[in-house]
């Protein structure tokens, strides 16, 4: 028997612990933060296992309301749907505070070859 995935679910428990970890790290909480840091990536490890499909899920998130998880999607997308994610980094980076900061560091490390979120299989 084979198990169904719930990508559905699995991207919005994706959002969840980022938003959650983006409101532990404003409250200065960073142990808080690094549980919810530790379930987003948990999170993408599970829905990595079902392939394509499982990264094509998160696309959803490119056009979440909070930005925070707008660019850690695109963060983790941007070897699978290149474009769509860097297009979210540029606007984001254009920004300022922490999520600006994030999108310009992702693109960074991105152009500079050392990105490694989602590795090619």
């Known amino acids: 028997m084979v198990r169904r995935v719930d990508t559905a ?10 938003a959650n970890q983006t409101d532990a790290i404003w409250r200065g909480d960073h142990r808080e933060g690094n549980k ?14 079902v392939g ?3 990264r094509d899920a998160l696309l959803a ?14 963060a983790y ?4 749907r290149t474009a769509a994610a860097m297009a979210v980094l540029h606007e984001a980076s254009q920004g ?9 560091e992702a693109i960074k490390r991105w152009n500079e070859g050392v990105w490694a979120l989602d590795p090619a299989d």
């Open 36 to 49: 919810h840091a530790k379930r987003y990536i948990s999170v993408f490890r599970k829905l990595r296992a």
């Open 9 to 18: 679910a699995l991207v919005q428990e994706f959002a969840q612990a980022v």
């Open 77 to 80: 997308l941007l070897r699978h």
């Open 52 to 54: 394509d499909e499982g």
């Open 61 to 74: 998130l490119l056009s979440h309301e909070r930005p925070d998880v707008r660019v850690m999607a695109a």
């Open 96 to 104: 300022t505070g922490m999520v600006a900061f994030e999108a310009t």
